[in-house]
């Protein structure tokens, strides 16, 4: 049995020290998904919180299903993304605060920097097509496998390759339009 | 063969995600290079940014503490449900929810039929069909209750689906599973150790003496796979016709569900086959 699949295993027959090491595993990953998603700290917080307990509420029914358990929790928070984006009208949108703290740190020009550089970023991300967006954050916002994202998403590793790769083309491509 | 820009991109990510760094990857691929390497650097710039969004550490430390005692109250509970027989406890379980129906009506218990997962009488209705199952005279019983229930959440599903409630749709294919798990699978009994998944309609090998009962178990098994097969159809049907209508947004949580419970349906009839033709 792998690794993951034994602190799976124990987490499901309810050890409260598996599940806590799942959520040490995994929680910065799906917290800067779902970040990514609603670009808003406080409804990423919350969403996030969602998540958690929804996985420990629903992991003693988890399935193996040849599904690593990191996309069992990112189908969760996907569909913890999209509930929420639908109820809020937003679907398809990602509405950054305007007054964000994303980055701590002692030298105030440096944060400040960092913190353009970020809502940079997720307007770009907005503005890839729903497909290359998912893989992007999954891949490089959670740093998800390629065979992990195509377990979560459903699609073959060859299509996420070919979504990243195109993702990253329109992200440059939209980078240098900004200067 | 040429290989794909698009793995040979991906093989460098890799490779940079682990430490390399880009002019090694550009060394193994030149006739690439060009097109790779202004990708290779946004992509780097990328990932630089993507990590700096980071998680408030006292968010992540109250949210940990939240599930800890979260779980705690519930291993508290599983300990206390451990400490009574297994009989009992159905039987206890089965005389609280007879009691709890008599003292909160006949009609809670009726409007519990038509609650959904969201809905307040949702668990009212599980413990119904919990009764229901636990009161079952046989196993095939049990196991065509599961079956049921099985179609009933993907009813569920499809009105989740109507509501737009991905994650509801995604924990119902769980749920699906297990009734459909439950078809095959039986409690060990306590006195007896075996090992691996026993099934509800077992057809072995008549001998002369069991002739009767094997016939018996043989017309089980035949019935659980109409029961399961049209129960398959139905379900499938009704999903793909949500599919159909379903906002984008859900269709993927959709197109999954169906996948999965498509594959669920068909192992628990290919081990109920395979019991039948032993």
Redesign the interface.
């Known amino acids: 049995m792998s690794i993951e699949k034994d602190v799976v295993s124990r987490a499901i027959k ?1 050890d ?1 020290g598996a ?2 090491q799942l ?2 595993e995994h ?2 990953r799906i ?2 998904y779902v ?2 998603k609603v670009g808003n ?1 406080a409804e ?2 919350d969403l ?2 969602e998540v ?3 996985a ?1 509420e ?1 992991i003693g ?3 193996w ?1 040849n599904l690593p358990f990191v996309a069992w929790l990112f ?2 928070a ?3 993304v ?2 929420y ?2 109820k809020q009208g937003k ?2 949108k990602v509405v950054l605060e305007d007054d964000i703290t ?3 740190g002692s030298n105030p020009a440096f944060m400040a920097e ?1 913190e353009l ?2 809502e ?2 997720i307007n770009n991300v907005k503005k890839l097509s ?1 497909a290359q967006r998912e893989v ?1 954050s999954l ?3 959670s ?1 998800l ?2 065979a992990e994202v195509a377990k979560a ?2 699609k073959n590793p ?1 299509t996420v ?2 979504l ?2 195109n993702g ?2 329109a ?2 491509k939209l ?1 240098l339009g900004d200067r | 063969m040429t290989r794909k820009i698009e793995d040979i991109f991906d093989n460098c990510l890799e490779s940079i995600f682990k430490g390399e760094s880009i002019d090694d990857c550009l060394k193994a691929y030149p006739e690439q290079a060009p097109e790779l390497e202004p990708l290779l650097k946004t992509s780097l710039v990328f990932m630089q940014r993507f990590s700096a969004i980071q998680p408030a550490p006292e968010f992540k430390a109250r949210l940990g503490s939240q599930l800890q005692a979260m779980l705690y109250a519930k291993q508290k509970k599983a300990e206390r449900r451990a400490r009574i027989p297994i009989w009992q406890r159905r039987w206890a379980l089965a005389m609280t929810a007879i009691l709890g129906f008599l003292l909160i009506g006949v009609g809670t218990l009726a409007a519990s039929a038509y609650a959904l997962p969201d809905g307040s009488l949702y668990p009212v209705k599980l413990a119904g069909e919990q009764v229901k199952v636990t009161l079952a005279f046989s196993d095939i019983d049990k196991a065509k209750l599961h079956i049921q229930f099985a179609e009933r959440r993907a009813g569920e599903m499809v009105e989740m689906a109507r509501q737009g409630k991905g994650n509801e749709i995604f924990m119902l294919t769980e749920q699906v599973a297990n009734h459909l798990d439950k078809v095959y699978v039986m409690e060990q009994p306590p006195e007896v150790e075996e090992k691996g998944p026993k099934m509800l309609a077992p057809t072995p090998t008549p001998a002369p003496s069991e002739g009767a009962e094997a016939y018996s178990k043989g017309r089980d098994a035949e019935e659980l796979e109409m029961a399961l097969s049209q129960s398959r159809a139905k379900s499938l049907a009704a999903l793909r016709n949500a599919l159909d209508k379903a906002p984008e947004e859900l269709k993927p949580v959709l197109q999954q569900a169906i996948e999965d419970m498509e594959e669920d349906y068909n192992k628990t009839i290919s081990i109920i086959e395979s019991g039948s033709s032993q």
Do not use: C, W
Request: charged share 25%.
């Open positions: 309810g409260g599940f806590a959520y040490e929680f910065d917290y800067r970040y990514l700290q990423a917080e996030t919180q958690f307990v929804k420990l629903a029914s988890y399935k299903r189908r969760i996907h569909n913890q999209i509930d984006l639908r679907v398809g994303l980055v701590s960092r550089e970020i940079e970023l729903p992007i891949r490089f916002g740093g496998s390629v998403l459903g060859g390759k070919a990243q790769y990253i083309v992200l440059r980078m």
